[in-house]
């Protein structure tokens, strides 16, 4: 089952400054870079090709954390829900955001397990569509099989 999770919405824009999609959503940022500007790796000083080493497109980003929500959640996604909760007035201003650009919301979960179980549930996916955003996950997942737990590796069983 999904323990701690994650969630970003990150907005790349073509058209756009950071601070014109910060006036437009009234939220600033958590990480940002305007077009032109210098990345981290960039500013990092790291050998990469140019293209990583400064923005390509303006980038903004906001995140939650399952630190900051509800323990007793057993979804997988109480950082994504709260994410929504505090986009879901500015769904309008998303849409006018991926007019010359993209708006993507990151969800990433860890399981405390060789599975990823988590729940989505019907209300929440109305609340994405709602946003209009694309919704890109990943569950990772734990190495450690509990004890007396199959394993579908038939050289385990040899052991």
Same mark, same amino acid.
């Given at each position: 089952m999904i323990r701690g999770n994650r969630a970003s919405l990150s907005v790349y824009s073509d058209t756009k400054t950071t #601070?014109?999609?910060?006036? *437009? +959503?009234?939220?600033?940022?958590?990480h940002w870079g305007d077009k032109g500007d210098p990345t981290p790796a960039g500013r990092a000083g790291r050998n990469f090709a140019q293209e990583r080493l400064t923005y390509q497109r303006t980038y903004w980003s906001i995140t939650e954390s399952s630190d900051n929500q509800d323990s007793d959640d057993q979804t997988g996604f109480s950082a994504l829900r709260a994410l929504v909760v505090r986009l879901e007035s500015r769904a309008h201003a998303l849409g006018e955001l991926r007019q010359g650009? &993209? @708006?993507? *919301?990151?969800?990433?979960?860890?399981?405390?397990?060789?599975?990823?179980?988590? #729940? +989505? &549930?019907?209300? +929440?996916?109305?609340? *994405?569509?709602? +946003?209009?955003?694309? /919704?890109?996950? @990943?569950?990772?997942?734990?190495? /450690?099989?509990?004890?007396? @737990?199959?394993? $579908? $590796?038939?050289?385990?069983? $040899?052991r």
């Open positions: #601070v014109e999609i910060s006036e *437009l +959503l009234g939220i600033e940022p958590d650009g &993209e @708006t993507v *919301l990151w969800w990433s979960g860890d399981s405390d397990s060789m599975q990823g179980g988590f #729940v +989505l &549930e019907a209300d +929440l996916i109305r609340d *994405l569509g709602r +946003l209009g955003c694309s /919704v890109y996950g @990943t569950a990772y997942l734990s190495e /450690v099989e509990a004890e007396g @737990t199959m394993s $579908d $590796d038939p050289a385990e069983e $040899d």
